[in-house]
């Protein structure tokens, strides 16, 4: 069973990112942030690295990188695994470079999502429902991919537009996460989108159409030949050395539940809703962006590991631009909805907390 403490915390953090949805405004965003990275940090200190999921996985990379040269690691994900390395040597044990790598990595995502929310987000009920939904997510576990997601949000959120800026951030998130492959094709096919359909309402209303359909038979296509295809695109390289692709393709040769359809409808959904938010973009542009990641995101409906990974940099950038208050405007009045959303925000958290914990049945007091 877990110690009253480590309840007391998870209760207490859940509050702290609720009281943020409670916010209407910005004046306080920085003291409303500082709280959060407290609250965050006190359930570092008390749960500790080993606690969450992938702690196993970082120690087993940095058990391979130990002997590894540094020429060998300048492929993608060469920044997280340099870094993995250096700490791991640094320590002389794996297991302590994993948990500084933890610490460096929770200090620069708090640092990143600061930095994205003073600049982009409307108010604090837009970081209350990121820190709820992929906080503990960013945190805690996804050690190699946070940076990612936050660099590729920065990219979406400033434009999206292809310049040097933009270029070298998805290069460095590209050093960190081999994933990031998935958001550069979404915004390749935005720019082609641009293009080609402009801002004409009845080519863009046919190009929509032909491209989801497009995307339902790439996603059929790709749940029995995906294998085939990585290897065709690899131009020889040796998949084995991204272990992040290897497991994609193994995902896709096993059947989906139906919980996984759920889930994709569900996303599908809160993208739909996160989507007809003002943005700050023209309305053919955004609707141009959405479509884009939407395509991408259906496409890799085939892999649940590969369409779980894209979500996130699919939901990041919508959730952390929209003005959640405002897009249920008619509903702010209500008394029930001012008491409610923080409440529901604050069980989002715990939820995702809970999810994110490696031992997650001895919370029912099971071995």
């Not at 409440?343 to 490696?358: D, Y």
Request: net charge positive.
């Amino acid at each position: 069973m877990m110690p009253a403490f480590q309840i007391v915390a998870i209760a207490l953090a859940a509050m702290v990112v609720g009281s943020l949805a409670s916010r209407a405004d910005r004046t306080d965003l920085d003291s409303d942030l500082a709280a959060a990275c407290a609250a965050f940090l006190i359930l570092a200190v008390l749960f500790g690295p080993s606690a969450f999921a992938d702690y196993d996985v970082y120690v087993g990379y940095s058990e391979n990188l130990q002997n590894a040269d540094f020429a060998d690691l300048l492929a993608p994900e060469f920044a997280s695994r340099a870094l993995l390395k250096l700490l791991a040597s640094a320590s002389g044990k794996p297991e302590t470079g994993a948990v500084l790598m933890a610490w460096v990595i929770f200090a620069s995502t708090f640092t990143g999502i600061a930095l994205l929310s003073r600049r982009y987000a409307p108010g604090p009920a837009s970081v209350a429902v990121l820190l709820a939904l992929f906080g503990p997510l960013l945190v805690f576990n996804t050690l190699r991919a946070s940076p990612a997601y936050l660099l590729v949000a920065f990219v979406v959120l400033r434009g999206p537009r292809w310049d040097w800026i933009s270029a070298g951030l998805l290069l460095l998130a590209l050093g960190f996460h081999v994933s990031v492959l998935l958001p550069i094709a979404a915004l390749a096919l935005y720019a082609l989108l641009r293009w080609t359909l402009g801002d004409r309402p009845r080519t863009n209303a046919w190009g929509f159409g032909v491209l989801l359909a497009l995307a339902i038979a790439g996603q059929l296509a790709l749940r029995w030949k995906l294998g085939e295809v990585l290897q065709l695109f690899s131009g020889g390289f040796d998949l084995a050395r991204l272990p992040a692709l290897t497991v994609y393709l193994d995902e896709a040769l096993f059947s989906r539940s139906v919980f996984h359809d759920v889930w994709y409808l569900a996303i599908a959904a809160v993208g739909v809703l996160l989507f007809h938010a003002d943005h700050g973009l023209p309305g053919f542009e955004r609707r141009q962006l959405f479509l884009a990641f939407f395509v991408i995101f259906t496409v890799l409906h085939a892999s649940p590991v590969a369409a779980h990974r894209f979500s996130a940099f699919f939901l990041i950038p919508l959730i952390l631009g929209t003005d959640h208050r405002k897009l249920v405007l008619p509903l702010t009045s209500s008394r029930a909805f001012r008491l409610g959303f923080p409440v529901a925000v604050g069980a989002l958290f715990v939820a995702t907390f809970l999810g994110n914990l490696a031992t997650r049945s001895n919370l029912l007091g099971r071995p």
